[in-house]
């Protein structure tokens, strides 16, 4: 069975960085797409960022495109998400996901194995 635990969240400032990891065990690693997603209080869940199975190709939401970036090591089984320049409204609980293909994918019904979330709060 797979597992994902996600660290790295935190309370910072508008401005700051973060950096979030989920390590991954239980099946292998390298042969999963992967994505982040989150929930802000009073909203769905939505799509972050996804990175193909070997890192390959990856994909952003607007609301993140050019602050974000996802990536991953396959050889220590961890997919990270680098968080520049953050806003208030990026204030969520962000959950990584697993993905029993390769092609990363933007929907939460894609994925078939999810994290516990890690809490991020952006003060302004």
């Known amino acids: 069975q797979v597992r994902l635990v996600e660290s790295g969240g935190g309370l910072t400032q508008a401005g700051d960085s973060l950096r979030l990891a989920c390590v991954f065990s239980g099946r292998t690693f390298g042969t999963y797409a992967m994505g982040w997603f989150r929930q802000a209080p009073g909203k769905e869940r939505e799509f972050v960022a996804a990175i193909r199975y070997n890192g390959g190709s990856t994909g952003y939401a607007d609301s993140v495109k050019g602050r974000f970036t996802i990536s991953r090591d396959n050889a220590k089984n961890t997919l990270y998400l680098q968080m520049n320049s953050l806003k208030p409204e990026d204030t969520a609980v962000y959950y990584c996901?697993?993905?029993?293909?390769?092609?990363?994918?933007?929907?939460?019904?894609?994925?078939?194995?999810w994290g516990q979330g890690t809490q991020v709060t952006v003060s302004s």
């Open positions: 996901a697993a993905r029993i293909r390769f092609r990363v994918a933007i929907m939460n019904s894609d994925y078939d194995y």
